[in-house]
């Protein structure tokens, strides 16, 4: 499967989660340290229009490692509405609010340590 195929399955994978899960959204208030310097890790750009749903789709690792929000997201923006494990992966929702531009940051830590082990990044422009 070439790039553009591939890309295309991924997209329409997402789209069928962001489906599947804004229907089990998830209120929770994390006590967790913050995820300290994150490792290089893959960055990918997503544009999307207010109102839209952003899903994110991160493999599950073994031995007690976890996805965790890195770095604090502009809630004025984007806001996370659910959170699931579909298959082998987590999957976050997050609604688009209104017009801009927001990094969202992955870390993949043990537990709810500090360290991050790998990282993806997403730059998410709403418009």
């Given amino acids: 499967m070439n790039g ?24 929770g ?31 599950h690792r073994p031995n ?6 890195a770095r604090t997201i502009d809630s004025a923006v984007l806001v996370q509405v659910s959170e699931g494990d579909v298959g082998a992966n987590v999957a976050l929702v997050f609604k688009a609010k209104g017009k801009g531009s927001v990094n969202v940051s992955f870390g993949l830590t043990r537990g ?3 360290k991050a082990y790998e990282a993806r990044r997403f730059v998410v422009n709403v418009r």
């Fill in 112 to 114: 709810e340590r500090t």
């Fill in 64 to 69: 007690g490692r976890i996805w965790r929000v």
């Fill in 29 to 59: 208030t994390a006590s967790a340290p913050p995820v300290g310097p994150l490792p290089s890790g893959p960055t990918t750009t997503i544009n999307t229009q207010v109102g839209q749903l952003v899903a994110f789709a991160l493999p």
């Fill in 4 to 27: 553009r195929h591939r890309f295309s399955a991924v997209v329409a994978a997402v789209a069928a989660l962001t489906v599947a899960l804004a229907a089990m959204a998830v209120a």
